[in-house]
């Protein structure tokens, strides 16, 4: 009988370096920190305001008082940065308060830069909160109106940066909005405030829970003649090099999951800062799942969000930021 020769000539001994957790720590490729993460916060008018929502457990609605809190809880954790999303007062056919300087987005904004003027507060540009039909831009008979939209997206975000706004957001998906958007900034005196554009935001039903917590939910028909179709990765690259030509400095994928292989081929096509959103119904699956023990929260969360960074995601938008922050960092 032939003895096999176990030797490391006959085989690789990829297990050498499995052997115990600080040899595992030691040649790990990708690694996490909570400096990674953007954390969404939904704000809303009212004072004293801390209520959950049912769809996203652990996410609340805050009025802008309560954001100080947040913002004194994201610093001990070493969360750098935020993402503003605001449910308005009154909603109209053009969402007038996504644009009014006194906006629920633009009182948050001031609320959270005088709490900690070091937290990088990223503003969400879009409509779709503040527009009685729920559409992200003008509508004009059943359809949204892709040039007329353009004007109020740069006001928008033109407010948001005279409020306080470090960084300002696209995620309505009008062809143009980058380009209109810049041009507005620099003309307002805001050449140094950079745009994170969601560059490749797909029509997605992962995202049912967020439009249920900013009340965003289309009145009728739906986004997928402006968001992307999710069949579309060559598309998506299209998308983003557009955003890059019309001076975008970050750019985004959403939802991340669904879109590992697009991040990936977007990390090796472009060099900029590249960011990729982990989305409410991504977040709500491992919460449900863990509420009723069929997955370990903290395993399954962190496994998550290092095959996002592993896939090429510089910043990662995440509902899980907090609790991630406290698992990699044993607070």
């Known amino acids: 009988m032939t003895t096999l020769r176990t030797t490391s000539e006959t085989f690789r001994r990829l297990r050498r370096l499995r052997r115990s957790e600080r040899l595992r720590d030691l040649v790990r490729e990708t690694r996490l ?69 006194d906006g629920i987005v633009q009182r948050a904004a001031r609320a959270l830069k005088q709490a900690d ?38 006001r928008t975000a033109v407010s948001h940066a005279e409020a306080g706004a470090d960084v300002v957001a696209p995620s309505d998906m009008m062809d143009g909005r980058v380009a209109a958007i810049r041009s507005a900034l620099d003309e307002s005196g805001f050449s140094d405030t950079p ?31 402006y968001q992307m179709d999710p069949g579309n990765a060559r598309e998506a690259l299209r998308e983003i090099e557009a955003d890059i030509e019309e001076g975008a400095d970050i750019v985004m994928v959403k939802p991340a999951l669904p879109n590992l292989d697009i991040i990936a081929r977007a990390r090796q096509r472009f060099d ?27 395993l399954v969360t962190l496994e998550i969000l290092t095959a996002i960074k592993r896939a090429g995601a510089d910043l990662i938008v995440t509902y899980h930021a907090k609790e991630a922050s406290r698992w990699l960092g044993g607070h």
């Open 33 to 101: 920190s909570p400096a990674d993460f953007i954390y969404p916060l939904f704000a809303i008018h009212g004072q004293g305001v801390r209520r959950e929502i049912d769809s996203m457990p652990g996410q609340y609605h805050l009025s802008p008082d309560e954001l100080a809190r947040e913002a004194e809880e994201l610093r001990s954790l070493g969360i750098p940065a935020v993402l503003l999303f605001g449910l308005p007062a009154a909603k109209d056919d053009i969402g007038s308060e996504a644009y009014d300087p």
């Open 117 to 154: 003027p070091g937290l990088v507060v990223v503003t969400d540009v879009c409509l779709c909160e503040y527009t009685s039909h729920g559409h992200c831009g003008v509508v004009v008979g059943d359809a949204v109106d892709n040039d007329r939209t353009l004007p109020l997206l740069a």
């Open 195 to 225: 745009i994170m554009s969601y560059a490749a935001k797909q029509a997605s039903a992962f995202y049912g829970p967020f439009r249920e917590a900013a009340e965003s939910a289309p009145q009728f028909g739906d986004r997928r003649g």
């Open 272 to 298: 900029h800062p590249l960011a990729a959103y982990n989305v409410s119904g991504e977040y709500g699956m491992v919460k449900a799942a863990a509420r009723n023990g069929w997955l370990d929260e903290r």
